[in-house]
Antibody, heavy 116, light 113 residues
Framework: QVKLLQSGAELVKPGASVKLSCKTS????????MSWLKQVPGPSIEWIGW????????NYNQKFKGKATLTVDKSSSTAYMDLSSLTSEDAAVYFC?????????WGQGTLVTVSS | DIVMTQSPSSLAVSAGETVTINCKSS????????????LAWYQQKPGQSPKLLIY???TRQSGVPDRFIGSGSGTDFTLTISSVQAEDLAIYYC?????????FGAGTKLELK
């Protein structure tokens, strides 16, 4: 059974950074593309980028370059996303998605709130 | 970026009706090398993650009921839900994976009449 378990909700101050995690099981992580997506009320979904767990290669949406950094830890089958210099525009639910493209497997989402 | 335009934005239906959701892309999603359309459909219920329903424009994901039918090619695509059930009330998104950045439509909200 495929599972993607994301870290809990975050309340962060403007200008701060946050690191989200996505622990996976039930599929071969080391040869998977792990994507991250952003959803704001509207509703709309934006693809942030993917990382290939095999070699750490990345492909970012130009809009999120400099904002998001994707990494993986193959030993624990976990994907991470760092979000930097947070503003109110970054408040959203962030999803990880794995198993390839299109996105067959999703995490439950992490709510990021930006507030002082 | 490829722009995905969905219509309508919302749809009120009665149980048992057949509904059609449209999705148009700003450029063709048909790759000539394999004659596949790089178009997917997702269903999202309140408080849940999106669920993949259809890929390659018309292939149902494992476990998806056959009342969900994807069709279309090139730039124009349709998701048809026959005999809508209460459990189908959700927001439906189309998404292109022909080129990065992958992009989604704005969604179609299916509501009960």
């Amino acid at each position: 059974q495929v599972k993607l378990l994301q870290s809990g909700a975050e309340l962060v101050k403007p200008g701060a950074s946050v690191k989200l995690s996505c622990k996976t099981s039930g599929f071969t992580f080391s040869t998977s593309y792990m994507s991250w997506l952003k959803q704001v009320p509207g509703p709309s979904i934006e693809w942030i980028g993917w990382i290939y767990a095999g070699d750490g290669g990345t492909n970012y949406n130009q809009k999120f370059k400099g904002k998001a950094t994707l990494t993986v830890d193959k030993s624990s089958s976990t994907a991470y996303m760092d979000l930097s210099s947070l503003t109110s525009e970054d408040a959203a639910v962030y999803f990880c998605a794995g198993g390839g493209i299109p996105f067959a497997y999703w995490g439950q989402g992490t709510l990021v709130t930006v507030s002082s | 970026d490829i722009v995905m335009t969905q219509s309508p934005s919302s749809l009120a239906v009665s149980a048992g009706e057949t509904v059609t959701i449209n999705c148009k892309s700003s450029q063709s999603l048909l790759y000539s090398g394999n004659q596949k359309n790089y178009l997917a459909w997702y269903q999202q219920k309140p408080g849940q993650s999106p669920k993949l329903l259809i890929y390659w424009a018309s292939t149902r994901q494992s476990g998806v009921p056959d009342r969900f039918i994807g069709s279309g090619s090139g730039t124009d695509f349709t998701l048809t839900i026959s005999s809508v059930q209460a459990e189908d009330l959700a927001i439906y998104y189309c998404q292109q994976y022909y080129d990065t950045p992958y992009t989604f439509g704005a969604g179609t909200k299916l509501e009960l009449k």
